[in-house]
């Protein structure tokens, strides 16, 4: 799958590489400050993301895609180059919200130590569905001149998923005031990760209070015909409660996903709240959700 691409360079013709290059040479012989250096190297990124060898030739409309129309470096056999005034109108940019609106965020690895919390909304990683790690390498290793390490030490992704999970959870719940919740989106087809996830819910005496399915449309584009990825809403709190309903029908009712003319879709809904339905059994009565899976869809029949 690697086309014998080997290094970083290999993801740039030379063309794009001799444009990047001199684009870094203009912002650091012309930003006059850390904002100006930063605004360059947004620049810079959306250069990157439309000026790859990754970035397929749509034939159709005789232009080419950006690099993250989908979420992973995958080597192309035909891609495009942009000329300099082709590139000009995707790099320079008026900022949305320029001049108006200002807030402040921190960047924290989620297994440290931070404030005490009553809420908490959170997307996780997806295990090895993303590989986050190395889609923001393409990036970094651009911009390490102009932007400062966001958090200095080993990567956000060291060590496996089911540990860091586990510590990130065990963290959550030390800082969660009572009566809290977290809230957390996970995608999902690899049974492994649901079993992973229930795991970590469970090592950090956190209770599953509510799944909710979403986004089970099939996706436009590139991803089109893949329906079905498992893509929830968890709601997690300290103490046990009522929790929500474990029957994939019910649920599929309630979310009005019984509704769909397509015959197709309304099964991939049906396997989508069946597979929310495993990980809330999975915390009521024990055992790993790939389990429950499997036996929910037997009942099923679908
Ligand atoms: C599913 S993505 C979130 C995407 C985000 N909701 C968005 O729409 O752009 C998961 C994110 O978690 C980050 N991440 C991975 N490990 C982490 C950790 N230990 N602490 C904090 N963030 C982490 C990844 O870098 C990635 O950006």
Known sequence: RERGWTHWHHLFAPRQLLQLVRFQEVIRSRARNDEERLVGALALGRM???????????RHLA???????????????????????????TVVRKIPGHGGRLSE???ADARSPGPAFDLCITDPPYDDAVHYDELSSFFSVWHCDFLPDPIPGQPLESGDFATGLQEAFQNLRARMRSGGRIILMFAQNASSSWTDLACAVEAAGLFVRAVWP???????????????TLA???VLS???????????????????????D???????????????????????RGGDPSTHFRSILDELAV
């Open 48 to 58: 990157l993301n439309w000026n790859s060898r990754l970035c397929m030739w749509n």
């Open 63 to 89: 232009k080419t895609e950006q690099t993250f129309a989908n979420l992973a470096l995958n080597p192309l056999s035909d891609f495009g180059v942009r000329s300099w005034p082709a590139l000009k109108s």
């Open 105 to 107: 965020a921190s960047i």
């Open 214 to 228: 979403i986004d089970l449309e099939p996706r436009p584009g590139l991803k089109r015909g893949r329906f079905g």
């Open 232 to 234: 929830v809403v968890v």
């Open 238 to 260: 300290t103490d046990e409660g009522p929790g929500a309903p474990d029957d994939p029908r019910a649920m599929a009712h309630a979310a009005g996903l019984n509704d769909d």
């Open 262 to 284: 397509d015959p197709d879709r309304r099964t991939a809904n049906l396997r989508a709240c069946a597979g929310a339905c495993a990980l809330r059994r999975s915390a009521l």
